[in-house]
C-alpha cells in the first residue's frame, strides 16, 4: 500500500495534486520518468508522470486531471488514504545537457511534469525560458514552481484572464524571434505539442515532447502505447515517453486517446461515480 | 502383483474416461472454466486403463519427468493424497500442468496405449490429484530442509520462477519473488483466461509458496525499480531471471495503428489481469467488437478468440496463413474453440487493415494462400495465390503472432550475454548466464514456448543454484 502524505486541489476540484509514500521509487527516480498508479483492486492502471521526488522523505509527487472514471476515484483519496498499487519508474529520463539556452513550454497538467524537468536543465548551466499556459487562471498550476525552476517566465491564458492573451504558441514565436534558442521542450496536450513541434520545426531546433498515450503494463509487453515516431512504431513506455517532437505522429495520437471515450462516457454519466 | 496378459488384453479395452465440460453453447458467453474436471470414480476408471509399462514412456515425454504410472497407480488404489505427494516430488504446480500442457505431443502422445487407440488421460488424472487435494487435502506442506540463511531473488512469478522459488524454498533457502506487475503468476495470470485456468487455482498455488516461507512481492519492476546488481548489494546470493518473453510482434502491415488493433498481450491482459470482462464493474475497459478477427493460430490465438465470442462477439474468426496442421496451438484448444463457432480462415495472409475517418478499424483486406516449399522452420513455406485479394469486415483485430525478448531488464544489465534475437543466453543444462551469480530460463532463454517447458528450465536452473549456493560457482 502506498500511502497519500500530502493531497491539494491545485484548481477548483479538477487538479489534484498527490505526495505519496513510495522509498523504493523516490530513490531511483528521474525527470521525465513515470509511474503507474492502481487505486484499488478493482482498478485500472493509469500512468502519471512524476512532478517531484523527495528521496530523503521517501515520496514522490503526482498531479493529475480529473478526466475520466479512475481519476475521478483517485481524486476522492485523502491523506491517510493508500494507492494498492504504485509502480516505477517507468521510461526512459530525459536527456539533460547544457546546451545554452532552453525554453521549456508547458500545458495543462503538463506543466507538472515540465517542471523537474526544467529545473534540471537549469541546474547543469542551461539559460532556461519558460511558457507555461492554460485555458483560464484558475486552471493555470505551479507558476511559483516554474519561476524557481526557471530564469526566465511567461505566463498566458486562453481567455486572457491573466498573463499573455493567447496560446503559449504565441509566446513562443516572440521568444524564438528574439533569443538563440537551442532546444524546446514542449509537454502539454497533444495539439499544443503538434503546433510547437511545427513551429520549431521551421527553424530547425531541436524539439523534446513527452507523450502520454493508453497503455496498461508500462514495461513493453502490451504494446498498446504504439506511437509513430518518424513513420516507426515504438513504445511510449519504454522507448519513451519522450521523443524527437519533429518525428512524432500527433493526429494518429490524438486519435489513439479517444480509444475508450464512449467507455468512459457511459461510465460518467452511468452509476459508476456513485460509488466514489 | 504381476500382470497377465490377459489382464492388459482386458485392461485396453477400457475407453478413454470422457472429460465432462460445460455445454459449448453456454459456455461460449462465459468466464467459468470449460471442463469440468473427472469425479474419484472416473478418475479410478481411467487409471486403470494404465498398463503400468515396465520401461514408460511417458515419463521420457514429461519435460520435468513426473513418475507417471506411480501416481496413476496410487489414483488407481484410491491414495488420492498419495498421488499429488508423487506429482509434487517432480511438479510443484500440477492443477496448472494438468490443464495447460500440451499433453498430445508430451506424456500421452508416446502412452503405448495412443497407438491402437486414445492414450490414458495423464493431464486430466494430474489435474484430478492436484484439485482432490486442493478442495479434500489436510494442506500438510512438503518437508522443508533447515533454514541454510542464502538469500535468493527469483525474478518474475510466472511458471518457471515459482518452480525455482518451490525448489529452492524447500531445501531450505531464503527466497523472495519479484513481480513487476500488481498480482503474481506472470502469464497463468495476465495471459490464460479464466476458462481455462481459473485465477483461484494460481492464487492457491502462490499461497502455498508462501506458506512454505517464499516472500512474493509485486511491483516490483527489476530493471528501473531495482537493478540486477542492487539485488546482489541487498545481499541477496543468487538471481533467477524467468521474466518471460513479453514484447509483443506485430505484422507491420498498413494501418495497424488503427483503433481496434490490439496485441494478443493487451487483450488478453485486460482481460485476465484487469478483468475487463467485467467492466463498467471493474476500470479498466476492454474494446468489446462485434466481428473479430485473431490473427495466428496458437494457444494464445485460441484464448483471444475464445474470450472475444465471451465478451459477446457475433463473429469470430482466426485468421492464418498456413494450414490446418501447422497450427501451433493445443489439440483441446483448438477442438474447444471450433465447438464454441469460432470460424477458421486458414491459408489466409492479412495484407491491409481498413479504417474510417474516425480511425477506427471497419475492415482487412486478405490474401488467399497456398503451400509451396519446405522453409527453415520445416513447415511448408506459405505463398500467396494470384489475384486472389478479398476484404473481411471486422472492427477488432487481435494480433497473436507471438512475441519478441523485452529489453527492459537486459538493457540494464550490460553484462548479460544476449543471443541475435536478444534473447538472453543460458546453459541449457544448468540455465547459468554469463554473469556470476545469475541464471535465467523460460521464454526469455528459448523464445516464447510453454508452461512446462518454463518449469522443466526452472527446475534445471534451480538444481544448479542449489549447488551453487552449496558449493560455489
Redesign the interface.
Known amino acids: 500500500m502506498f500511502k497519500i502524505v500530502k493531497r491539494e486541489e491545485m484548481t477548483a476540484g479538477s487538479v489534484i495534486l498527490n505526495e505519496i509514500e513510495a522509498p ?2 523516490a530513490r ?1 527516480a528521474q525527470p521525465g520518468q513515470f509511474v503507474i498508479l ?1 487505486a484499488n483492486e ?4 493509469i500512468p502519471l508522470t512524476m512532478a517531484e521526488t523527495n528521496p530523503d522523505q521517501g515520496t514522490i509527487t503526482v498531479i493529475y486531471m480529473v478526466v475520466g ?2 481519476t475521478a ?1 483517485f481524486k476522492t483519496l485523502q491523506v491517510g488514504d493508500s494507492y ?7 521510461g526512459k529520463p530525459t536527456h539533460v545537457e547544457k546546451v545554452g539556452t532552453v525554453v521549456c513550454v508547458g500545458g495543462g497538467t503538463g506543466v507538472a511534469v515540465l517542471h523537474p524537468i526544467t529545473r534540471a536543465l537549469k541546474d547543469i548551466g542551461n539559460n532556461v525560458i519558460c511558457i507555461i499556459g492554460a485555458r483560464s487562471q484558475d486552471l493555470l498550476i505551479m507558476e511559483d514552481h516554474m519561476r524557481a525552476a526557471s530564469h526566465d517566465l511567461r505566463v498566458c491564458t486562453d481567455d486572457g484572464s491573466y498573463g499573455h492573451h493567447g496560446f503559449v504558441t504565441d509566446v513562443l514565436k516572440q521568444v524564438m524571434e528574439t533569443e538563440d534558442v537551442k532546444q524546446v521542450v514542449a509537454i502539454g496536450p497533444v495539439p499544443m505539442m503538434k503546433f510547437v513541434a511545427e513551429i520549431t520545426k521551421e527553424k530547425e531546433v531541436p524539439t523534446i515532447v513527452s507523450l502520454n498515450p493508453i497503455m ?2 508500462g ?6 502505447c ?1 506511437v ?1 515516431i518518424a513513420g516507426e ?1 515504438k513504445f511510449a513506455c ?1 522507448d519513451g515517453p519522450e521523443f524527437d517532437g519533429h518525428q512524432v505522429d500527433y493526429d ?1 495520437l490524438m ?2 486517446l ?3 471515450c464512449e ?2 462516457q ?2 460518467m454519466d ?1 452509476d ?1 461515480l456513485i460509488r466514489s | 502383483m504381476k500382470e497377465t496378459k490377459a489382464s492388459k488384453g482386458k485392461k485396453a479395452t477400457i475407453p478413454r474416461q470422457p472429460m465432462p465440460a460445460q455445454d459449448s453453447d453456454v459456455r461460449r458467453r462465459n468466464f467459468d472454466e470449460v471442463p469440468l474436471g473427472y469425479t474419484p470414480e472416473t478418475a479410478r476408471a481411467e487409471a486403470a486403463r494404465c498398463l503400468q509399462c515396465r520401461k514408460p514412456a511417458c515419463v521420457e515425454g514429461c519435460p520435468v519427468g513426473v513418475d507417471i504410472p506411480a501416481f496413476i497407480h496410487l489414483i488407481k488404489e484410491g491414495d488420492f493424497t498419495g498421488a499429488i505427494r508423487n506429482i509434487w516430488g517432480k511438479n510443484a504446480l500440477p492443477a496448472v500442468c494438468g490443464r495447460v500442457c500440451p499433453q498430445e505431443i508430451q506424456c500421452e502422445g508416446v502412452c503405448i496405449l495412443a497407438k491402437k487407440g486414445d492414450p490414458v488421460a495423464i493431464g486430466h488424472l494430474e489435474r484430478f490429484a492436484a484439485d482432490y487435494e486442493r478442495l479434500n487435502g489436510s494442506g500438510e506442506l512438503p518437508p522443508r530442509a533447515e533454514p541454510t540463511g542464502k538469500k535468493v531473488a527469483v525474478v518474475g512469478s510466472g511458471p518457471s520462477g515459482l518452480t525455482v522459488a518451490g525448489d529452492l524454498v524447500q531445501k531450505g533457502h531464503d527466497v523472495t519473488v519479484l513481480e ?3 498480482k503474481p503468476g506472470g502469464v497463468l495470470v495476465y495471459g490464460i483466461p479464466e476458462f481455462r485456468l481459473p485465477k483461484e487455482i494460481v492464487a492457491q498455488e502462490i499461497n502455498f509458496l508462501e506458506r512454505q516461507g517464499a516472500r512474493v512481492e ?2 516490483q ?1 527489476v530493471g ?3 537493478s540486477i546488481e542492487e539485488l546482489f548489494a541487498e545481499g541477496y546470493q543468487a538471481v533467477y531471471l524467468g521474466v518471460g518473453a ?3 510482434r ?1 505484422l ?1 502491415i498498413p494501418g ?2 488503427l ?2 488493433i ?2 494478443a ?2 487483450y488478453l ?2 482481460a485476465n489481469l ?2 475487463a470482462y ?8 476492454i ?1 468489446r467488437g462485434k466481428h473479430v478477427v485473431v490473427l495466428g493460430a496458437g494457444n494464445v490465438a485460441m484464448d483471444s478468440a475464445r474470450t472475444a465470442m465471451r465478451l459477446g462477439a457475433e463473429s469470430v474468426k482466426i485468421v492464418y496463413r498456413r494450414s490446418r496442421e501447422e497450427m501451433p496451438a493445443r489439440a483441446e484448444e483448438i477442438h474447444h474453440a471450433e465447438e464454441e463457432g469460432i470460424e477458421f480462415f486458414l491459408l489466409t495472409n492479412p495484407t491491409k487493415y481498413i479504417g474510417d475517418e ?2 477506427r478499424l471497419t475492415g482487412m483486406e486478405c490474401l488467399r494462400m497456398e503451400l509451396g516449399e519446405p522453409d527453415d522452420s520445416g513447415r511448408r513455406r506459405p505463398v500467396p495465390v494470384d489475384s486472389s485479394e478479398f476484404a473481411m469486415d471486422c472492427d477488432l483485430a487481435i494480433v497473436a503472432v507471438g512475441s519478441g525478448a ?3 531488464l537486459t538493457q540494464s544489465t550490460p553484462d548479460l550475454e544476449l543471443n541475435k534475437w536478444e534473447y538472453i543466453e543460458a546453459d541449457p543444462e544448468t540455465g547459468k548466464t554469463s554473469m556470476r551469480g545469475v541464471w535465467a530460463g523460460g521464454d526469455i532463454v528459448t523464445g516464447a514456448a510453454t508452461v512446462i517447458l518454463a518449469m522443466g528450465a526452472g527446475r534445471k536452473a534451480a538444481d544448479s543454484m542449489h549447488k551453487y549456493l552449496t558449493w560455489g560457482w
Open positions: 523504493a521509487i531511483k492502481k478493482d482498478g485500472e492502471r472514471k479512475s476515484l494498492q498499487d504504485v509502480i516505477g519508474p517507468l496498461v503494463d514495461t513493453g509487453m502490451c504494446g498498446g504504439r509513430s512504431n519504454v494518429e486519435q489513439r479517444q480509444a475508450y467507455d468512459e457511459a461510465c452511468g459508476c | 513487476a506487475f500488481h509485486c511491483n519492476v528501473r525499480t531495482v513479453g514484447l509483443p506485430f507491420n495497424e495503428n483503433i481496434g490490439l496485441s498481450n493487451e491482459t485486460r484487469m478483468k467485467l467492466f463498467p464493474k471493474v476500470d479498466t475497459p474494446p474516425k480511425g523485452n529489453p527492459l
